[in-house]
């Protein structure tokens, strides 16, 4: 399976961008799809998740302000509201699937840089 995340650019602090991930490849189900981001320097971070139940799980940082979706099993999105310049990151989608065995999937990440 294979990621790749769009949407990422430059907005400035207040505004808004939406980032959409999407799956090519053969998956049987979905366990989990989530949103990651990385600043130089700094491990990589959890921004958000989405259970195959539909539970959200949010990073304290972003609660209110960013929304997750899901769009079947190969699609998912993550509205950015109310951009901070701390937000300023690569951001990666994440996808716990399963083919045959459980397995995961990292996209190769989309920048987002929110000036003051």
């Known amino acids: 399976v294979q990621l790749v995340e769009s949407g990422g650019g430059l907005v400035q602090a207040g505004g808004s961008l939406r980032l959409s991930c999407a799956a090519s490849?053969?998956?049987?189900?979905?366990?989990?799809m989530g949103w990651y981001l990385q600043v130089p320097g700094k491990e990589r971070e959890l921004v958000t998740t989405?259970?195959?139940?539909?539970?959200t799980n949010y990073a304290d940082s972003v609660k209110g302000r960013f929304a997750m979706s899901r769009d079947g099993v190969k699609n998912t999105y993550l509205q950015m509201n109310s951009l901070k310049p701390e937000d300023t990151a690569v951001y990666y989608c994440?996808?716990?699937?399963?083919?045959?065995?459980?397995?995961?999937?990292w996209g190769r990440g989309s920048q987002v840089t929110v000036s003051s």
């Open positions: 989405i259970t195959s139940d539909g539970v």
């Open positions: 490849g053969s998956i049987s189900s979905v366990n989990d």
């Open positions: 994440y996808l716990d699937y399963s083919w045959f065995r459980r397995r995961d999937a």
